[in-house]
């Protein structure tokens, strides 16, 4: 009787490893090749060498993206560098990267590690950029004031709290307010990975303001990307292992309502709006598997979707480009400003395409 109960146990544990394995392939989408599409011109960033992972696109076309991301079992070209923040000027004939100087005393430029990135303008165009940070494996929020003509950014203060313990990315609705996705993975990376491998849904989305702290969204796999549409009524949300953006309605009171979800064949990443038609532009990861294990013989694939009429109900979706890793590896965030096309990787290069 008890070698029967071993042996029924036993069977149980191994059908739920395999459950669990099926279920694990599935969400990193592990068996998925891309075939290449892409605009007519494209060429990579000089001088962006270890990660592009997120940007943003001014309205009058000057662009931030943050380099140098650290990131808990991903892959890294320059361990030992903190991280940059450069700048490109869209409207140039031919733009080029320049790297931001980090400015004031209160901030630590030797653990500086960049994740997501949001930019807000006052009605004083005053340009404030907000970055997700990761010093010593832990969060923080640095608001910085861009100023142009010095080509630097001035550090005017760090957020810390409790419910902001492993922040992944943001969305500026104030010079200290934002939403933020907290993907849970920061926080003890080695549970995190059994966290990965099992799919727990404890992801969660906080706004936060000096005065008001909450959580307005939960029940996510890995929350990812975050973004809001023009009119600022409604809130995306990419949840990167679920394969999926969710629309949630943003009420007077900063909670949010989910409306509707779209599934996609890919791993869903930085969200970024197009101010002019509200289409998104999502950085994807085709294979996840390719980038939590990354091997330079196999390296990770890129991908780029826009979605048009999010709110309706039939969204169209594009592929705008796709590319099995030769040029651009691990794709993360795309963004356009008249008819050109960033697109920024988690530890790779950037690219730059006139549509």
Request: aromatic content about 12%; glycine content about 6%.
């Amino acid at each position: 009787m008890a070698k029967l109960l071993m042996l029924t146990v036993f069977g149980i544990g191994l059908a739920l490893f395999r459950d669990h394995r099926s279920s694990y392939q599935t969400r990193f989408n592990a068996f998925r090749e891309v075939e290449s599409v892409q605009p007519p011109s494209c060429n990579l960033i000089e001088g962006i060498e270890a990660g592009s992972e997120d940007l943003e696109i001014l309205p009058n076309g000057l662009s931030f993206i943050s380099s140098g991301l650290k990131y808990p079992g991903i892959k890294t070209f320059d361990p030992d560098s903190p991280g940059k923040i450069f700048l490109m000027d869209l409207n140039e004939e031919n733009p080029t990267a320049v790297e931001l100087r980090l400015i004031g005393n209160t901030f630590d430029l030797s653990s500086f590690n960049p994740h997501g990135i949001s930019t807000f303008t006052d009605e004083d165009n005053t340009v404030y950029l907000l970055v997700v940070n990761h010093p010593h494996s832990k969060t923080t929020i640095e608001v910085f004031k861009f100023q142009n003509e010095e080509k630097s950014l001035l550090h005017l203060k760090t957020i810390r709290h409790k419910l902001l313990p492993n922040v992944n990315d943001i969305v500026a609705v104030g010079p200290e307010h934002f939403y933020a996705t907290n993907d849970h993975y920061f926080v003890n990376h080695y549970l995190r990975s059994w966290e990965l491998y099992l799919g727990l849904a404890w992801s969660y989305v906080v706004y936060y303001s000096p005065n008001e702290v909450k959580v307005v969204a939960e029940g996510f796999d890995f929350a990812n990307g975050i973004n809001i549409s023009p009119d600022g009524k409604y809130v995306y949300i990419a949840e990167l292992l679920a394969h999926k953006i969710h629309v949630y309605e943003k009420h007077a009171n900063w909670t949010l309502t989910p409306l509707k979800s779209l599934d996609f064949n890919t791993l869903v990443d930085n969200i970024s709006v197009d101010p002019v038609t509200g289409d998104l532009w999502v950085g994807c990861h085709p294979n996840g598997m390719k980038i939590f294990f990354y091997d330079s013989e196999n390296p990770p694939a890129s991908e780029v979707i826009r979605i048009q009429n999010i709110l309706t109900e039939e969204p169209k979706v594009t592929q705008v480009y796709a590319e099995n890793g030769t040029v651009l590896q691990g794709s993360t965030v795309a963004a356009v400003y008249k008819g050109k096309l960033l697109i920024g990787t988690v530890f790779h290069k950037a690219l730059y395409c006139e549509l």
